[in-house]
């Protein structure tokens, strides 16, 4: 248990329907991520927040929109998925000092695996 | 742009034995260093970091920096089948983000 939880743990969807993933924090974090991990693949940066802010987006399609409503929460909705889009999304934090000290560690939760129909 | 290289493996070592893995990576700004260990189907969990040149050592595991060279490496003492897993090297340089190899699978044979 590493103090990031995500929810659901497993998703079916069709490519009309729309859902969201949910990742918390309880680690007292002020960063948040968003990794997709395909089948063989790096772990792909998705989104990155800090102090609720979004500082990173790396090209990501529109069909995923990520939501951060506070530093403990991230959300990160999903519509009109296409089959590609089937993997592990990891979710992430850390805490990043102002102090620029870069000796932070970054935390996974346990994922969400996605299968898009 | 920044890439983070790993041998792909499989590694496949015999129990009782010694794992080497190796990273390189291309930014000379890097500064923080992880190892992270990902059980198939699991989310990766944090094994290592490492921030200045030389050996650190915690339990079976120690990684091994050198900057100038650019490579990190993490030595696993007396395998275990259970040390079977994935490993990732993450990069982190100042006020980036954190920046993954693609893994090593690592099989000790029992």
């Known amino acids: 248990e590493t103090g990031v939880t995500q929810t659901p743990r497993h998703l079916v969807m069709g490519m009309t329907n729309k859902k969201s993933l949910k990742c918390e924090q309880h680690?007292?974090?002020?960063?948040m991520y968003w990794y997709k991990q395909s089948a063989k693949k790096p772990l792909e940066l998705m989104f990155v927040y800090s102090l609720e802010e979004r500082v990173e987006n790396n090209s990501v399609p529109s069909r995923f929109s990520p939501e951060c409503p506070n530093s403990s929460h991230l959300f990160l909705h999903l519509h009109t998925l296409q089959p590609e889009d089937s993997a592990l999304y990891l979710c992430?934090?850390?805490?990043?000092?102002?102090?620029?000290?870069?000796?932070?560690?970054?935390?996974f939760g346990p994922g969400t695996r996605l299968l898009v129909l | 742009q920044k890439e983070v290289e790993q041998n792909s493996g499989p590694l496949s070592v015999p129990e009782g034995a010694i794992a080497s893995l190796n990273c390189t990576y291309s930014d000379r700004g890097s500064q923080s260093f992880f190892w992270y260990r990902q059980y198939s189907g699991k989310s990766p969990e944090l094994i290592m970091s490492?921030?200045?040149?030389g050996d650190k050592e915690d339990g079976r595991f120690t990684a091994q920096l050198n900057k100038a060279s650019q490579y990190v490496s993490l030595l696993i003492r007396d395998s275990q089948p259970s040390d079977s897993a994935t490993y990732l090297c993450a990069v982190r340089s100042y006020g980036q983000n954190f920046v993954f190899g693609p893994g090593t699978r690592l099989s000790v044979l029992p």
């Open positions: 680690l007292g974090h002020n960063a």
């Open positions: 490492i921030y200045s040149n």
């Open positions: 992430a934090s850390s805490q990043d000092l102002s102090s620029g000290e870069y000796q932070e560690t970054q935390y």
